[in-house]
Each structure stands twice: as structure tokens, then as C-alpha cells.
């Protein structure tokens, strides 16, 4: 079972940065996309990025050019830094992985358990 591990949430002002990590306990043989989704308080469960084995990276049109995905393969480490932040961007993040090419919540074979951020204006 492999088990992923987010670490990096808290509390910041808007307009300030985070950078969340997700550790893995499965080498990327088995992994082939990992990326994040996020709930925020009342709403659906909604994509925010990800990134393939091949180096294929997505991300929700609204968060483009603030929100950057990246990994680390000798950690097993995938990262979202998240710049300018908002009040609206306050949630539970998750990380999320899937052996298939492609990502996409029908596709997710493993969650993590999320981690908060909060947005204070």
C-alpha cells in the first residue's frame, strides 16, 4: 500500500507564501502521476495540479501563475509552492496519486490525509 505523507500547511497572511510537500513510501515505478486537489470549507473536492513521470504538468486555470508543482525523485517528494496567496485559496490540500498516466479523480489510486491552509485577510 503506498502511503502518502503532506507536510507544509498552516496559517499565512494573503499575499504570502507556502510551500507544501508530499512524501511517498513507493518508488515513482509505481507511481506514475501525483499532484494535489484541495477542499475548501463547504465546497467540492477540486484539482489544483499534477505531474507525470514524463514531466506533464497541469494545473487549474485559475491558479496558473501562482501555484507551482515540482518533485524531487531521489525524496520521492512531490512539492506545491503557492505564491500570492488569497483568502479563497484557504483549504485542506491533498495529495493524491495514481498509476495511470492520467490524473484525474477517477484515476486516483491513493490519497493522502490533507493538510490546512489557511488564508487570513
Known amino acids: 500500500q503506498v502511503e502518502l505523507v503532506e507536510s507544509g500547511g498552516g496559517l499565512v497572511q494573503a499575499g504570502g507564501s507556502l510551500r507544501l510537500s508530499c512524501a511517498t513510501s513507493?518508488?515513482?515505478?509505481?507511481?506514475?502521476?501525483m499532484g494535489w486537489y484541495r477542499q475548501a470549507p463547504g465546497k467540492q473536492r477540486e484539482f489544483v495540479a499534477s505531474?507525470?513521470?514524463?514531466?506533464?504538468?497541469n494545473y487549474a486555470d485559475a491558479l496558473k501563475g501562482r501555484f507551482t508543482i515540482s518533485r524531487d525523485n531521489a525524496k520521492n517528494t512531490v512539492y506545491l509552492q503557492m505564491n500570492s496567496l488569497k483568502p479563497e485559496d484557504t483549504a485542506v490540500y491533498y495529495c493524491?496519486?495514481?498509476?495511470?498516466?492520467?490524473?484525474?479523480?477517477?484515476?486516483?489510486?491513493?490519497w493522502g490525509k490533507g493538510t490546512l491552509v489557511t488564508v487570513s485577510s
Open positions: 513507493e518508488s515513482n515505478f509505481v507511481i506514475r502521476a
Open positions: 505531474l507525470t513521470r514524463g514531466g506533464i504538468i
Open positions: 493524491a496519486a495514481t498509476r495511470s498516466e492520467i490524473f484525474t479523480t477517477p484515476t486516483i489510486n491513493y
